[in-house]
DNA sequence: TAGCTAAATAGGAAAATATCTAAATGCAAG
DNA sequence: CTTGCATTTAGATATTTTCCTATTTAGCTA
């Protein structure tokens, strides 16, 4: 689920504002047009996906960005493409003349 | 639009396929259930987004993986929440007893 | 408890996606 | 130039997604 999580770019967004620090629904809200039971939702999103987790503060809700999805199963996703990749720089003749 | 583009498993497949070599849509879509159309109109969106690109090869369509927007754009999305994972990891005290 | 605020849920409308069948296009080879 | 194969485009339908407003839930504070 975490492809589709990241499909979206508010949802997007709102994990590079948690990169800063753990913010509560209100706060993330304030940095978006959106109205708030959208926000609630994209982050319910989030959290299925396993990229943030909630926790109650009082009558708040602190949501915090959680990396190991990226760092695991995305970064693994990724990781062959960019082996294919680094193994077409190495097999890129050295040119001698223009271009 | 890459996000779109790879929030979708049978177009995750399809990269994963090309992985190896190019190939044709036919020989694509032998290892899918699905119609031919639509895994034409799936590479059209890989192409779109960059994923892929494609080379007339007598009357065959040959697509071809192309690493640069994973290399790239989703790579450079994806380092600041590795960092910040680098950095949990590394602020985390050794412990001596239980948790 | 009553009133206030934060957040989530419900319900619904509009837009985007996915996938199919059928038809069109493009190339190749007799 | 006609026939055949590979692929794309069209058209149609079902599903999913997105986002809104209104309502509900939950907790704080007087």
Redesign the interface.
């Known amino acids: 689920m975490i492809?589709?999580a990241?499909?979206?770019e508010p949802r997007?967004r709102i994990?590079?504002h948690l990169?800063a620090e753990p913010m509560t629904v209100g706060e993330i809200a304030d940095n978006f047009e959106m109205a708030m039971p959208s926000i609630s939702r994209h982050l319910a999103i989030l959290k299925q996906a396993g990229l943030v987790r909630e926790r109650k503060r009082g009558q708040y809700m602190l949501y915090a960005?959680v990396?190991?999805q990226?760092?695991g199963p995305?970064?693994d996703?990724?990781a062959?493409?960019?082996e294919?990749?680094r193994a077409?720089v190495a097999a890129r003749p050295r040119r001698r003349g223009r271009d």
């Open positions: 492809f589709k990241l499909a979206s997007r994990l590079h990169l960005l990396t190991d990226l760092t995305l970064y996703f990724l062959p493409f960019c294919q990749a077409i």
